[in-house]
C-alpha cells in the first residue's frame, strides 16, 4: 500500500505527523556521521549547470563528485570539473595522498583531507539550499535500493514570493530515494530552475551511492606499493 502525503517545508517546520514525515524532514539534515553508518560504499553526484538569457545560452558546466569510503582511514574522493580531475585525494592507511602536475605527492596529515570530505560530499545540499524552503515531498513508499529499505519521493516545490533583485526558484521536479534507518539519500535525480527577469539557471543533479562491504577504492598502484 502506498502512502500519500505532501510535506512543505519551510523556516518553521510543523510538527510531523507520520513516519515518512519524520524522514523526508531528517534527510535534510544528513551529515557524514549519518552516511558512516551504512558502511564501506560509494556515492557519485553529476550536477550539470547552464546560465540562460532570454532563450541564449550563456555557459554549461557538468561537476562530478565521486567517493568510495571504507573507514576513515581509508578513502578517496575525487572532482572533475568539465572532464578535467581538479581535486583527487586518497587516504591509504591513514597515509594521505594527493595528486598533483601528474603524481602522487604524499601528506603530512590526513585530517585535513577527512575535514574536506565531511564538508564538501553533500552536492543535494549545495545545490538545492535556495529551494529548501520551498520543497515538497510525497511518498510513494518503500522500496528496494541495493539491499536496503528506501522511502521513494516525488520532488516539487511551493511557489516562492517574487523578487525583482534576486535569483528566485521557479521550477524543481524529481525523484529521491531516502534510507529507511539513516535518513541518507540513495539515489535522486531532479531538476530545478532560478530566475531573475530573464535571466535564469537550470541544473540536473543524479546521486547514485552503492553500499559494498568489499567497495573498489580504486588506490593507485604507485601508492598502495609505498
Known amino acids: 500500500m502506498y502512502w500519500t502525503f505532501l510535506t512543505v517545508f519551510s523556516c518553521t517546520r510543523p510538527p510531523e505527523t507520520t513516519p515518512q514525515e519524520a524522514l523526508a524532514s531528517a534527510s535534510e539534515d544528513v551529515i557524514f556521521a549519518s552516511v558512516e553508518k551504512l558502511g564501506a560504499h560509494s556515492y557519485e553526484a553529476i550536477l550539470e549547470r547552464v546560465e540562460r538569457e532570454e532563450n541564449r545560452e550563456l555557459s554549461f558546466s557538468e561537476e562530478i563528485l565521486w567517493v568510495a569510503w571504507q573507514d576513515w582511514d ?11 580531475i581538479v581535486q583527487d585525494i586518497a587516504v591509504v592507511d591513514h597515509r594521505a595522498w594527493k595528486y598533483k602536475n601528474g603524481s602522487w605527492i604524499e601528506r603530512e596529515d590526513a585530517e585535513p583531507y577527512r575535514v574536506e570530505l565531511r564538508g564538501s560530499w553533500n552536492a543535494w545540499e549545495q545545490q538545492l539550499s535556495p529551494f529548501e524552503p520551498y520543497l515538497i515531498f510525497e511518498s510513494k513508499g518503500l522500496e528496494a ?19 525583482a533583485y534576486k535569483l528566485v526558484p521557479k521550477k524543481l521536479k524529481g525523484d529521491v530515494w531516502v534510507d529507511e534507518s539513516t535518513a541518507v539519500r540513495l539515489l535522486a ?8 527577469g530573464s535571466y535564469s539557471k537550470e541544473f540536473t543533479l543524479k546521486i547514485l551511492r552503492e553500499i559494498n562491504p568489499e567497495i573498489d577504492l580504486q588506490f593507485p598502484k604507485e601508492i598502495v606499493a609505498k
Open 74 to 84: 581509508n578513502f578517496h574522493f575525487r572532482r572533475q570539473v568539465d572532464q578535467k
Open 145 to 163: 535500493q541495493d539491499s536496503r529499505k528506501a522511502e521513494h519521493y516525488k520532488l516539487g516545490m511551493k511557489e516562492p514570493s517574487a523578487s
Open 189 to 196: 535525480n531532479v531538476t530545478g530552475t532560478l530566475e531573475r
